[in-house]
């Protein structure tokens, strides 16, 4: 079955950096496009980046732009989020979600989801 | 503030029917670009409940259904249960944004 699960949530203080995971396993990592969507304690969803099924197409809110990095290693399945500067504002549960489709020029729906990792930046 | 406007909250008794409107633009939902609705219990991670505008994932129920007109998407949900209380939120791509955008969620209540 599909299973997503992320790791590497933690206490940063600001302006550092943290790295997130989201292993995938249960699918053909390689042909979905995936994402990180983060909630903030008690807020609504939001969306914070996205990577073609080949990792040649990325997107990112501006949010986050010029400080989080989305990668992905089709070999090892795994899913990554470089997220550097950190602010108090980026403290949230962070879910990576698999894409319907491939591509990132739109969506087709998040249809599989992790149980989240949890960031907290705090000094 | 969000790209896509939810209601915050919605109420119903059971066995009623609800709708929950998601609001967009010309660069969104107007656009052509489809909506996707998800369910969230506090606690959990989103599930997709409705897919390009009006499909249901396999084991969604025939009770949760999905419309779309011009800017705008309507969720509905008919003989209201009370395991459907949760959080609902609707979701798009936005071309001027170049991103996914979701709308800031609405809260059902079943009284």
């Known amino acids: 079955q599909v299973q997503l699960e992320e790791s590497g949530g933690g206490v940063v203080q600001p302006g550092r950096s943290l790295r997130l995971s989201c292993a995938a396993s249960g699918f053909t990592f390689i042909a979905y496009a995936m994402h990180w969507v983060r909630q903030a304690p008690g807020k609504g969803l939001e969306w914070v980046a996205d990577i073609s099924y080949d990792g040649g197409d990325k997107s990112y809110a501006d949010s986050v732009k010029g400080r989080f990095t989305i990668t992905r290693d089709n070999s090892k399945k795994t899913l990554f989020l470089e997220m550097n500067s950190l602010r108090l504002e980026d403290t949230a549960m962070y879910f990576c979600?698999?894409?319907?489709?491939?591509?990132?020029?739109?969506?087709?729906?998040?249809?599989?989801w992790g149980q989240g990792t949890l960031v907290t930046v705090s000094s | 503030q969000s790209v896509l406007t939810q209601p915050p909250s919605v109420s119903g008794t059971p066995g009623q029917r609800v709708t929950i409107s998601c609001t967009g633009s010309?660069?969104?939902?107007?656009?052509?670009?489809?909506v996707h609705w998800y369910q969230q219990v506090p606690g959990y991670p989103p599930k997709l409940l409705i897919f390009?505008?009006?499909n249901r994932p396999s084991g969604v129920p025939d009770r949760f259904s999905g419309s779309q007109s011009g800017t705008s998407a309507s969720l509905a949900i008919t003989g209201l249960q009370a395991e459907d209380e949760a959080d609902y939120y609707c979701q798009s791509y936005d071309r001027s944004l170049s991103g996914v955008v979701f709308g800031g969620g609405t809260k059902l209540t079943v009284l």
């Open positions: 390009g505008n009006t």
């Open positions: 979600a698999r894409d319907r489709g491939g591509t990132v020029t739109t969506t087709l729906g998040f249809d599989y």
């Open positions: 010309s660069s969104n939902i107007g656009a052509l670009y489809d």
